[in-house]
């Protein structure tokens, strides 16, 4: 019997292979807006009940939270939560930077997680204890690990906000959306143009800081222990250890995510 993280793995790919048909299609995509003015599309729609479908036939007694469908309610212990396609937008867009993120939560923490970048053929996962590693799809994994030796201070920091638009004059993707949660950051250090989801880029090594601006519990849930489990850090701006609705902080160490706390605060 797979496991629970190979499941993970699994349900994650199969509904990235879904979304990758769609994407291959884009000028057939009819996309509309919610009522927070985020998009949402039949692409999305179709990769939650794809992994729901795998989730259910391999686990029928767990809850599901889905991004698009709500929550499965069961009683239990266990939550799987999905985020179909994290970065809509991106997707529409043709933009290849969006996100098929999925986690498992068995009492009220986040104990496995998977983050697909379909569109870049990279797959990210982690089980708690048990630490995070990325791969090329169908590959074998390269354990990560947060950039070690680097100073803890804000100035100078390898810092990235998300969500984010393109700057008209320099024509880098460095403008926040909601330039009022960082702006405090934005005065010690830049945010820097990526080319992958920050949290990610946190876990690997290759930023220090990364704050998403807004989001709900699956936009969190993989991407927080993928870098805790690297050695990294997650909190909400209110300083909470749990993914939840929010802005959110990940950090290469607790010291870093304090002092961009502070700065916000301060």
Do not use: C
Not at 40 to 63: F, G, K, Q, W
Not at 180 to 188: C, F, N
Not at 190 to 214: F, I, K, N
Not at 219 to 244: M, Q
């Amino acid at each position: 019997m797979e496991d629970d993280l190979q499941l993970a793995r699994r349900a994650a790919l199969a509904g990235a292979g879904i979304a990758m048909r769609y994407f291959a299609a884009l000028s057939e995509l009819r996309h509309e807006h919610k009522l927070d003015g985020s998009v949402v599309t039949e692409a999305d729609r179709a990769v939650e009940a794809e992994i729901h479908a795998v989730l259910t036939a391999a686990r029928p007694a767990d809850a599901i939270l889905g991004e698009e469908g709500g929550e499965t309610s069961r009683p239990g212990r266990r939550r799987w939560i999905i985020d179909p396609i994290d970065g809509t937008a991106l997707f529409v867009a043709g933009d290849d930077r969006w996100l098929v993120l999925l986690a498992l939560e068995q009492d009220a923490e986040v104990v496995a997680g998977v983050a697909v970048v379909p569109a870049q053929d990279r797959i990210w996962w982690a089980r708690r204890g048990h630490g995070a590693w990325e791969a090329a799809i169908g590959g074998a994994g390269t354990r990560i690990t947060v950039a070690g030796g680097r100073p803890d201070d804000l100035a100078g920091s390898r810092f990235a906000v998300l969500p984010t638009f393109d700057d008209p004059v320099t024509g880098a993707n460095v403008i926040p959306k909601q330039p009022e949660v960082v702006a405090a950051l934005l005065a010690r250090t830049p945010a820097l143009p990526w080319a992958v989801h920050p949290p990610l880029l946190v876990a690997r090594g290759d930023l220090d800081l990364a704050v998403q601006t807004s989001g709900m519990v699956w936009d969190f849930a993989a991407t927080s222990l993928i870098v805790a489990e690297a050695g990294g850090v997650y909190r909400g701006l209110d300083g909470s250890r749990r993914p939840h609705a929010g802005p959110s902080v990940f950090a290469r160490t607790e010291r870093l995510a304090e002092a961009a706390l502070a700065a916000r605060t301060g």
